[in-house]
């Protein structure tokens, strides 16, 4: 009997403590942050969005390389003897027009491996971290400076210095190679003269 | 109150409409606050910040509630009996607005003052009940028929502790008119039946003289403790939590109105919300002085101007009413669910004892006073 008053006892001293908790967080200041409005601040070391400083980029494909999901494309094209790409502000002489560098984010998973090789520090992590979009394609991101005309340029200009280049190359190897043989049928010349003098003065004796 | 609308309009049946639609209005408005007040109380008890996006601190959310409400298709299952499952909404809303006929807003508008109001309250908060069980049964889905046999378990068990707490107040106020009970509160906050009753001789609007004196502070333990196991059937009648296991929306999807959509399911809601300021304003009749001011004085009779009298007295009931729905709200983030078993358990073995005890103590005490 006398647990049966304490369970009533019990059951209206609870619900009061209770109902005084609630009433003491009634007048507690939200926890809430008005998300679009206003935002968390975010830590110093985030990795979130990819952004690539063109200006700094040397081409030196190492960031594509180590990427474990392949979301880095790089293309480079050799520039002409007569450009000058300028330095990157760590110091490093461009030599390479980065005619495409694109990042596919929708494959990236932000493991901040690129970060680290690069010799310019020019591909970095920001914090910026509301980038939806509507079509996959958008979350392609082309970081390339160059114009779809200037690329095409650039390569066709870097293909025909390698032509050029391979021509001359080749020319050069064939005039070795003729200057050689000339050189080679002259020396080769002698003995056969010699052979042949041999052989004519065998004749006769034959 | 029909006086002044009859001097309007005249003796006709417009007259007669718009007296009895008066309370729906109030109805209305009051449930476009009670949503808010439901988003936002519960907001801020959880350390949150509730709708903030509709209007100025998501002041309008209840009216984009209602539009989104009434843009939402109307469904009928298949398999469900059609002609029940679409009556039992408005059955259920018309059993919550027809006990507001004989609730006194204020000395000079009740809708009907009927001398078995107390009864007639009761009677017509049963009708409830057979809406639910028509609502769970012609739904033929298992979860609405668990959550409707629930439903009816729970509200019949608690009608008896709720009936015997009315007739607690019936005994010692001597009438069934609620009118004559408030006016018996009336005077000071102490001359309020959950102090105990008048303190002094009171004439009630029946023609009855009621014989009181400071005597009636005996009263006071019991009828505290009254009011007490009042509100707390009062909640189970409502099906609110804790005591919301026909609705169960954590084991029953959403019990009895779990098929309902659209404007159906609103009514269910309405109905809800409706009988949630019912029983609140019953408590207030009952134990608080209705329309009494707790000041024993008006602002209308101070100043001489006798048209702010009722007008006062309709804000005094309706934040009396209102503060009642705060509680009931407040409880509902606080106390989680009771088990079925636990539900009946208060109900048969403490709140009815208590309760015929009470009764018996009242009215041997009403007897020999």
């Known amino acids: ?45 985030v ?25 880095i494309t790089i293309e480079t094209a050799k520039s002409l003897p007569t450009e ?4 990157t502000s760590t110091g490093n002489k461009k030599k390479l027009w980065v005619t495409k560098f694109d990042i596919d984010i929708g494959k990236c998973c932000y493991c901040g491996l690129c970060v680290f090789p690069c010799p310019t520090y020019c591909i970095f992590m920001t914090d910026v971290f509301e980038f939806s979009e509507y079509k996959r394609e958008d979350l392609i991101y082309k970081f390339a400076t160059l114009t779809e005309e200037e690329a095409a340029e650039k390569t066709a200009n870097a293909v025909r210095q390698k032509q050029e280049q391979e021509e001359k190359k080749k020319a050069a190897l064939e005039a070795k190679k003729k200057a050689e043989e000339e050189s080679k049928a002259a020396e080769k010349q002698k003995p056969e003269t010699g052979e042949n003098e041999g052989a004519d003065q065998k004749a006769p004796t034959t | 109150m029909e ?41 801020f008890m959880q350390d949150r910040l509730g709708p903030m996006r509709t209007g100025p601190y998501g002041i309008i959310q209840p009216i984009a509630d209602v539009l989104k409400l009434i843009q939402k298709e109307d469904i009928t299952p298949k398999n469900a009996d059609k002609f029940l499952f679409n009556l039992a909404p408005y059955l259920s809303f018309m059993a919550a607005y027809a006990a507001f006929a004989v609730v006194p807003f ?54 008896v502790p709720a009936a015997m707490m009315l007739v607690i107040v019936v005994i010692f106020v001597g009438s069934l008119n609620l009118q004559d009970i408030i006016v018996a509160q009336s005077g000071p906050i102490w001359n309020w039946i959950v102090f105990g009753g008048p303190k002094a001789d009171v004439m009630l609007p029946s023609g009855q003289l009621f014989e009181a004196s400071w005597i009636n502070l005996v009263y006071l333990p019991f009828f505290l403790a009254a009011a007490v196991m009042y509100y707390i059937t009062a909640l189970a009648e409502t099906n609110r939590t804790p005591f919301d296991i026909p609705e169960a929306e954590s084991e029953l ?32 009749i009952l134990f608080f002085g209705g329309w009494n001011s707790p000041f024993g004085t008006y602002v209308g009779e101070l100043v001489n101007v006798q048209w702010l009298v009722p007008v006062e007295q309709f804000l005094w009931f309706a934040f009396k009413g209102l503060f009642f729905v705060f509680v009931i709200i407040w409880l509902r983030w606080t106390l989680p669910r009771l088990r079925v078993d636990q539900l009946m358990y208060m109900c048969w073995k403490v709140l009815i004892p208590f309760s015929f005890a009470i009764a018996l103590i009242v009215g041997f005490l009403v007897v020999v006073l």
Request: negative net charge; aromatic residues 12%; charged residues 15%.
């Open chain 1, 1 to 45: 009997m006398s647990g049966y008053f304490k369970d009533i006892y019990d059951g209206i001293a609870t619900a009061m403590v209770g109902m005084k908790i609630t009433w003491g967080h009634l007048f507690t200041k939200s926890v809430t942050i008005q998300y679009p409005d206003v935002k968390h601040d975010i830590p110093e070391r």
């Open chain 2, 106 to 159: 204020s000395s000079q508008y009740v809708g009907a003052n009927l001398n078995l109001g107390a009864f007639y309250l009761l009677a017509i908060g049963s009708l409830n009940v057979a809406a639910i069980m028509m609502a769970g049964w012609a739904s033929n889905n298992k979860y609405s028929l668990y959550g409707a046999m629930r439903g009816v378990a729970q509200i019949v068990s608690y009608e």
């Open chain 1, 47 to 71: 990795r979130n969005r990819l952004y690539v400083n063109m200006d700094d980029c040397i081409g030196c494909d190492q960031c594509a390389k180590v990427c474990p999901v392949n979301c």
């Open chain 2, 253 to 284: 999807v959403s019990g009895y109105h779990t098929e309902y959509s659209g404007m159906k399911f609103a009514m269910f809601f309405m109905s809800e919300y409706a009988n949630m300021f019912l029983v609140s304003a019953v408590t207030a």
């Open chain 1, 84 to 87: 000058d790409l300028g330095e």
């Open chain 2, 3 to 43: 006086s002044l609308l009859q001097s309007f309009l005249g003796d006709n049946l417009l007259t007669l409409v718009l007296y009895c639609a008066l309370p729906l209005v109030f109805i209305i408005l009051y449930e476009l606050l009670a949503i808010l007040g439901e988003v936002k109380i519960s907001a």
